[in-house]
């Protein structure tokens, strides 16, 4: 890789890069797992760079998309982690709450299927349309729809003490 193209890449991804790590860090649901999956990108993507034509960071996030989804499967079955305390219900105002809220949801998150949390990450976290969701998951927007329907559903079963919960993206963030 030239040196012009090597200065592109370091620009793009200073200028990207948390972003792209906050995305990594929804869909893993660990800091240290968000580092890996964003590195592991971001090395496939250098290694690719001339190639990459049109938005760099669509490349990066269906690279982290589809690592992501392929250790799922390695790793079969997410299992449940359970909480070593459960807070006292504080007032919803209250950044603790809030906190609270995200740490719920972040466990809900980790109890779906690769398919599922993937998009929900792609559709709320990441503000994607169905359209934009389906070229970055490579499936049709109709399969958006339907994988987001039942993973709301089932967010719903395995996590009712959400239900109050307004939007998705503040919560991850």
Sequence with gaps: M?????????????????QMFRVALALTGGHHAAED????ALARTYARWRHVRGDPEAYVRRAMYHSQITAWRRRGRLREV????????ADPRDEADASERRLQLRQALMRLGPRQRA????RFFEDLSDVEAAQVLGCSPSTV?????????????I???LAGLHTFRESVR
């Design 159 to 161: 996590a009712p003490e």
């Design 145 to 157: 729809r339907s994988q987001t329907h039942r993973a709301l559903a089932r967010l719903r079963e």
């Design 2 to 18: 030239g040196d012009s193209e090597s200065e592109q890449f370091k620009l793009f991804v200073a200028g990207r890069g948390d």
């Design 82 to 89: 359970p909480a070593s305390h459960v807070p006292d219900r």
């Design 119 to 122: 998009v929900l990450v792609a």
């Design 37 to 40: 999956l964003l590195q592991d």
